[in-house]
């Protein structure tokens, strides 16, 4: 494993537990995680987001991002909307970003929104992507809230790592539309096991 950025991936922002260990909690009773992304780790340190923000440059293209806004739910796609912003207004590129807040905000605009819209097509961005409804739900909710504001989504959307064991252009199906998914990492590309979980009661059955 030679690319960097894979490999501080690989090392740094992968919890592996031992087997049968029940340290990393699922979110199903019962159930424990062999191994967990932790990708912050990734995106709140500055050099490893200009490495990220360069290689979603290469992967989109300027053509594209002067056609369209950047925008994901808080938090961990915030980090990242602001330094590929920071990036584009480098190059001479107007590139609108805003947040979608995961709960409404209770008092003043009760807004959804943070940050200013456009009238340009939405490329979503997000750290992780599964294609279980569950992790999905951060895309399903930028859906939805864009669709409320009737805000339109471009295509394509960009994910940092695709929890996914193949390469060939895939999309991920949202509630109204689906979306082709731009990753620069899929499991394939690390240390890992196919089996994400364990049943810990099942383990125990004889």
């Keep these: 494993m030679t690319d960097f950025l894979q490999h501080y991936i690989n090392t740094i922002c992968i919890e592996r537990a031992p087997p049968g260990s029940n340290y990393l909690k699922g ?6 995680y062999t191994w967990q992304f932790y990708l912050r ?6 050099p490893i987001l200009k490495e990220i923000t360069k290689r979603f440059f290469d992967m989109i293209g300027e053509d594209t991002l002067q056609q369209v806004q950047l925008a994901g739910v808080e938090s961990s796609a915030t980090a990242m909307l602001m330094a590929f912003q920071q990036e584009a207004f480098d190059r001479y590129i107007f590139l609108n970003v805003f947040s979608i807040r995961k709960t409404r905000k209770a008092h ?3 807004n959804w929104i943070e940050g200013t819209v456009n009238e340009k097509p939405v490329l979503l961005v997000d750290d992780i992507l599964s294609e279980a409804r569950l992790s999905r739900s951060t895309l399903l909710h930028a859906e939805k809230i864009l669709d409320l504001h009737r805000i339109t989504l471009h295509p394509e959307c960009f994910v940092l790592v695709h929890k996914a064991y193949y390469t060939a252009a895939p999309t991920v199906k949202l509630e109204k539309t689906a979306l082709k998914v731009n990753s620069l990492f899929n499991l394939n590309d690390f ?5 994400e979980f364990f049943n810990k009661k099942e383990k125990q059955s004889p």
């Design 191 to 195: 240390d890992l096991s196919h089996d």
């Design 27 to 32: 979110e199903t009773p019962g159930h424990f």
């Design 41 to 46: 780790r990734a995106v709140f340190q500055p």
């Design 108 to 110: 003043g605009l009760q």
